[in-house]
């Protein structure tokens, strides 16, 4: 089992009995103890997950699980479409860039397929098709391990098929964006894709509608300070400030 699986599993089961543990893990995984705490470990760096003594906790009580992909796609959809109108208005023609996966993203692309002329990188399968239709387009799907709820590519071959480009932009749909303490996703295998897009993009345009401003899930993306752009819809509060990046309004018709 590779490491992102052992915290996935990890993270599975602190959502539903709220504590680990070192031995139980070791067993469970058929690794050392020592294989375990590094675990624990990276994820408390990463702001996972607290450490105690034998085992470890969750940060916060109060994350829910995110509402299944297909559940997601029908709720926002005019302030999804909308965001993603402003955000192709913040993309010169023919830059190239990163798209995770995501209800928001997915909107974003199909504004962004009617102008088409840029290079897109995902992992996402349903962006990728949509992309792959318009002519002016180039489009690359990223190899990896397909996800049963989200239709989309995660694990070690996507992150190493990602540090293969340099993009212009990473287009991120988180599940949190906190003005102070960053953006967030709920599971650890999107979150690595994610801060991997970031890593090897210029700019970071992070798409978030109203109802996820000043929300966190548990597992960080990135500080507010590495982000570049939030895009986010009339909703949100107007006062609405980053330490380093500029926030957009888009206003649904």
């Known amino acids: 089992m590779w490491a992102h699986e052992r915290k996935s599993r990890i993270l599975e089961i602190l959502g539903r009995e709220g504590r680990v543990y070192t031995n139980s893990l ?17 994820m408390e760096e990463d702001g ?4 105690v003594h034998g085992g470890a906790t969750p940060l916060r009580a109060d994350i829910v699980p995110e509402p299944a992909f297909r559940d997601r796609l029908e709720a926002h959809s005019e302030v999804k479409a909308a965001i993603g109108v402003r955000a192709c208005e913040l993309i010169p023609p023919g830059s190239t860039l990163f798209i995770d996966a995501g209800t ?16 897109i ?11 792959a239709r318009v002519d002016s387009c180039d489009t690359l ?10 239709p989309a590519t995660y694990g070690e071959m996507t992150l190493a098929e990602i540090d293969r480009f340099l993009a212009d932009f990473a287009v991120i749909s988180p599940v949190g964006m906190h003005p102070t303490r960053g953006a967030t996703d709920y599971e650890l295998h999107e979150a690595e894709v994610a801060r991997t897009m970031m ?8 798409l978030a509608h109203a109802d996820k401003i000043g929300t966190e899930s548990r597992v960080t993306i990135c500080r507010p300070d590495e982000i570049d752009h939030v895009v986010t819809d009339d909703r949100a509060l107007p006062g609405l400030t980053l330490s380093r990046g500029t926030v957009h309004y888009a206003v649904p018709g």
Do not use: K, W, Y
């Open 121 to 131: 990188i995902t992992n996402a399968i349903e962006i990728a098709q949509i992309m």
């Open 104 to 119: 928001t993203t997915l909107a974003f692309a199909q504004v962004l397929a009617r102008r088409g002329n840029v290079r």
């Open 199 to 206: 890593r090897r993009a210029r700019s970071c345009i992070m």
């Open 141 to 150: 799907l990223l190899g990896g391990r397909p996800h049963s709820d989200v």
């Open 26 to 42: 070791a067993h469970m995984f058929d690794v050392s103890r020592e294989t375990v705490r590094r675990d624990l470990l990276e």
């Open 48 to 51: 996972n997950l607290q450490r």
